[in-house]
């Protein structure tokens, strides 16, 4: 079993940054596949980004170039770092993890944190 709690999301204005930490416990994090999730208002849950354990990253289109994905195995916290933030990021986000390989998937992740939300003003 894992436990995964988000933190660091707020508001913010367009074209400002913010750093999502998501800190896991209960099992070796460098085992786990990991990723970041988002849900804004009436939408589905959308994919973001996601970080191997061979250190392999793959984001989404509409995020490239500007989030970037990585842990800390030592802490077991995966982060996610944000510039260039559009009102369009607004969203509850998501940190996700499972065993094995790398995934964009939100059906195959086992273990879910509870969310932040992320607000960016226009």
């Known amino acids: 079993q894992v436990q995964l709690v988000e933190s660091g999301g707020g508001l913010v204005q367009a074209g400002g940054s913010l750093r999502l930490s998501c800190a896991a416990s209960g099992r070796t994090f460098s085992s786990l596949a990991l990723g970041w999730f988002r849900q804004a208002p009436g939408k589905g849950r959308e994919f973001v980004a996601t970080?191997?354990?061979?250190?392999?990253?793959y984001y989404a289109d509409s995020v490239k170039g500007r989030f970037t994905i990585s842990s800390d195995n030592a802490k077991n916290t995966v982060f996610l770092q944000m510039i260039s933030l559009k009102p369009e990021d607004t969203a509850v986000y998501y940190c996700?993890?499972?065993?094995?390989?790398?995934?964009?998937?939100?059906?195959?992740?086992?273990?879910w944190g509870q969310g932040t939300q992320v607000t960016v003003s226009s």
């Open positions: 970080l191997g354990s061979d250190d392999y990253t």
């Open positions: 996700a993890a499972k065993p094995g390989v790398v995934a964009a998937r939100d059906s195959v992740y086992t273990f």
